[in-house]
């Protein structure tokens, strides 16, 4: 099976969102998503574009019936370093199960890296699960540094209420 790779389209907006939550399955997070179909929709195809996507997209005569137009996708967004500049945030890379040991995953890894070097970008970031190890031996073999390591770094997020209460306070 050779897979197209090819920026997402609004019409996909679905099928990612259906991806989007078997990733969250496999890595065991359902309960993070509160994403909608119609706020993925606006976000990524909407006036002003918050992410870019890319999808493998499965052969129309090999697809099946239930399981999609796709096999996977990387959803990515503008970031800046303030060391190094312009920065791409790969947020998601996901192939489906039964697609996985292919290459796809690094053919979407090389459809954001070249991404990146069209926009100008030094650098990709991403996090990825400690167990996750299949993902960590790609991310390795492509060159990537793992920052919790060295020099350090730890991952912080602030979740909407903390948010939200962060930019009520007064000064």
């Known amino acids: 099976m050779d897979c197209i790779i ?4 609004p019409q996909d907006s679905p099928h990612i969102m259906r991806m989007i939550q078997e ?13 909608t179909e119609e706020v993925l929709h606006r976000d990524g195809f909407g006036e002003s574009p918050w992410f870019r996507c890319v999808v493998a997209e499965i052969p129309e005569m090999e697809r099946s019936e239930s399981g999609g137009p ?15 500049g312009r920065t791409l945030h790969l947020e998601d890379l996901y192939v ?16 954001v890296a070249q991404e990146g070097v069209r926009s100008g970008c030094s650098q990709i ?7 996750n190890h299949p993902a960590i031996s790609l991310y390795r073999s492509l060159g990537a540094e793992n920052l919790t390591e060295e020099p350090g770094y730890q991952v912080m997020n602030f979740q909407e209420e903390a948010l939200r209460n962060m930019a009520a306070e007064e000064p």
Do not use: D
């Open 96 to 111: 489906s199960p039964k697609f996985r040991g292919r290459g796809l995953g690094r053919r979407l890894m090389k459809k």
């Open 6 to 9: 090819r920026p997402a389209e």
């Open 125 to 131: 970031h991403l996090s990825v699960l400690k167990w």
């Open 70 to 84: 796709f096999a996977g996708y990387a959803l990515f967004a503008n970031s800046y370093s303030s060391w190094t």
């Open 23 to 35: 990733l969250a399955e496999y890595e065991k997070i359902t309960h993070f998503i509160r994403l």
